[in-house]
């Protein structure tokens, strides 16, 4: 069982960078996969990074290759999504995740917990 709280959403310009934060709560927050979807209005979730227990793989979606980091420090119990050169299709709420198989999931479904969503708006 993981508890995951999102921070760092907030308004941002075309351009601009946000640092989104995930903190868990739990004594095996390394035992997880862990990853980052974004919903918008009107549409459904989907992916748009993972990374694995350790940190030392990664996979991204096509939209933000490029653009995002994700990141994780297993001491800190905290996984980061560094959002760099950000574009107006890219706001969104953004979910943290979860889930206890091995694999870089890329569906929602593939995620065991979720955390509440952090709102990012990007301005034109």
């Known amino acids: 069982q993981v508890q995951l709280v999102e921070s760092g959403g907030g308004l941002v310009q075309a351009g601009g960078s946000l640092r989104l934060s995930c903190a868990a709560s739990g004594r095996t927050f390394s035992s997880y996969v862990t990853g980052w979807f974004r919903q918008a209005p009107g549409k459904e979730r989907e992916f748009v990074a993972a990374i694995s227990r350790s940190g030392g793989n990664t996979y991204y979606a096509d939209s933000v290759k490029g653009r995002f980091t994700i990141s994780r420090d297993n001491a800190k119990n905290t996984v980061y999504l560094q959002m760099n050169n950000l574009k107006s299709e890219d706001t969104a709420v953004y979910y943290c995740?979860?889930?206890?198989?091995?694999?870089?999931?890329?569906?929602?479904?593939?995620?065991?917990?979720w955390g509440q969503g952090a709102q990012v708006t990007v301005s034109s």
């Open positions: 995740a979860a889930r206890r198989d091995l694999g870089l999931g890329i569906r929602k479904y593939d995620y065991d917990y």
